[in-house]
């Protein structure tokens, strides 16, 4: 496995690549992280993963200071999964080409998380962009948990480069959570909190799967469930997957949700 901390380092070593699948992350890697970085191993010859926190994609300062990081940790689990490339770039790595292309999320697109971190898309993007034409890979793997995110930056990308994004299943704990870097941040308590919420959704679509106005229902259930938790629910919203708009019936559509407990902001669609 080889460890890249640098562009020049980066060139030299994907000079010579075909068929690279890359995997995009911010480290403090889970088993989210290996599903993605399995799937690359069996879909492409060569397999890059990223570990790089983007300061530009969070809007809050203190998340940005307190998102986990555990390098050593990290590295370990690549060697053991054979990854063949790490990219660990600093941030002047990044950032220090004259790029003028400046990210614009459309105002229709100005919804779920979008609406609630302003600038977070934009540096999301801002980052994939850069690092796809650094890496050049012909398969970038990602995961449906960050479904907007998936979203936004597959019709970003899609337009600027022939890299294909392959959007990958949600890995859940046995509790019902998705997996996250930021679940580290949460007390067993919340966790399993975080968990029966996580379950009470799945029951409500199921239990309502023919309804034709589940919008509504979630609407009510909003303040049920703030209530009932104890949390603040920033957005509970069923949305087409196809185009994410809003959306009555569940065929085609999932229902997209954002929180906090205890100050930690946790998203999910399901
Ligand atoms: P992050 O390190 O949080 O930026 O995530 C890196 C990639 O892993 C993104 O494409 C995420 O959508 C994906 N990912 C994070 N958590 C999960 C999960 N529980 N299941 C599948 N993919 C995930």
Request: proline share 2%.
């Amino acid at each position: 496995m080889k460890i890249l901390l640098n562009n020049n380092d980066l060139n030299e070593a994907l000079s010579k690549v075909r068929n690279l699948g890359f995997v995009p992350t911010m480290g403090s890697l889970h088993k989210g992280h290996i599903s993605l970085i399995k799937r690359s191993k069996k879909e492409c010859n060569k397999t890059i993963v990223s570990i790089f926190v983007n300061p530009r994609q969070f809007n809050n300062k203190n998340d940005f200071k307190r998102y986990p990081r555990d390098h050593k940790k990290d590295l370990i689990i690549l060697k053991k999964l054979n990854v063949n490339f790490v990219f660990i770039p600093k941030i002047d790595q990044i950032y220090n080409s004259k790029k003028i292309t400046k990210i614009k999320i459309g105002k229709k697109n100005q919804i779920l998380c979008a609406k609630f971190r302003e600038g977070h898309f934009e540096g999301v993007i801002d980052v994939m962009d850069r690092l796809t034409a650094l890496i050049k890979p012909k398969k970038i793997f990602m995961g449906e948990k960050d479904y907007q995110q998936l979203y936004l930056v597959k019709k970003y990308l899609n337009k600027k480069y022939s890299s294909k994004v392959i959007k990958c299943k949600t890995i859940r704990d046995q509790n019902g959570i998705a997996l996250s870097s930021r679940n580290l941040l949460l007390d067993k308590k919340n966790l399993l909190k975080a968990g029966k919420f996580v379950k009470d959704l799945m029951s409500l679509r199921n239990k309502y799967s023919n309804n034709n106005n589940f919008n509504k229902i979630l609407n009510l259930k909003k303040k049920e469930f703030s209530k009932f938790y104890k949390i603040k629910i920033e957005y509970l919203e069923l949305r087409n997957l196809n185009n994410l708009k809003l959306s009555k019936k569940i065929k085609n559509s999932k229902i997209f949700v954002a929180f906090y407990l205890n100050k930690v902001r946790l998203i999910d669609n399901i």
